[in-house]
């Protein structure tokens, strides 16, 4: 065909992924985007800019590091990493109300790196994607304050409110200030599984980075 003379640059193959509608791979998944859609067209609720998210950094930094303090009290082997078993105590001790199968679920999302343990970043988007559905009480303000600022910044870039952010979205919510190669190379960094999606799981552990929150920097000071 006449597209094979001249090959797709890395964002036009990125927009053309964008534009089929994407199907979520498990329920849970499905949930979790059916939860966001909901929060973020809820009524009476003002759309943050993205140069707002960018104050807010250092807010959500501060409520990143005291989620590493319960991080760290529920360690309690100090390997840096939480099991199964030491995450349905975690959720009890939390208040939590999500039943065993339904932790199992969450701790499985939140694996990213299938280790079958979560380290903390996993841990913040275990706790957010609980709090995102409902399963945690909400008396603990530092974890409302991430888990409200890391919504609103996937709110900012999720343009079209459909649960998952296209690069498509990334370009109108940046407003091309960042230029294309900025975005891309943003893209592919959320992008863990390079399907021209970003979901929030995948967000979430990029936003982290973003705001300065950092597992490997977790020294007391």
Not at 61 to 81: P, W
């Amino acid at each position: 065909t006449c597209t094979s003379l001249f090959p797709l640059s890395a964002i036009q193959q990125i927009a053309i992924m964008s534009m089929s509608e994407y199907k979520p791979e498990t329920p849970l998944e499905g949930e979790i985007i059916e939860a966001l859609k909901k929060i973020i067209s809820k009524e009476g609720r003002k759309q943050p800019t993205f140069l707002r998210i960018q104050l807010q950094f250092p807010k959500a930094n501060k409520a990143f590091e005291k989620v590493k303090k319960v991080f760290r009290d529920l360690d309690l082997d100090s390997d840096n990493s939480l099991s199964l078993e030491e995450i349905n105590e975690a959720v009890k001790t939390l208040g939590g109300t999500a039943s065993e199968e339904e932790v199992k679920a969450l701790f499985e999302t939140a694996d990213a790196d299938g280790s079958g343990d979560i380290d903390f970043k996993e841990f913040v988007l275990f706790i957010c994607v609980c709090s995102l559905l409902g399963h945690l009480k909400e008396d603990d303000s530092y974890m409302n304050t991430a888990f409200t600022c890391v919504v609103d910044a996937f709110s900012v870039f999720d343009a079209n409110n459909d649960g998952v952010i296209m690069f498509a979205e990334l370009d109108e919510a940046m407003d091309g200030t960042s230029g294309k190669d900025v975005m891309v190379a943003r893209m592919k960094e959320m992008d863990k599984d390079g399907d021209g999606y970003v979901t929030f799981p995948e967000f979430l552990i990029a936003f982290m980075s973003w705001v300065g929150s950092d597992d490997d920097s977790d020294e007391d000071g």
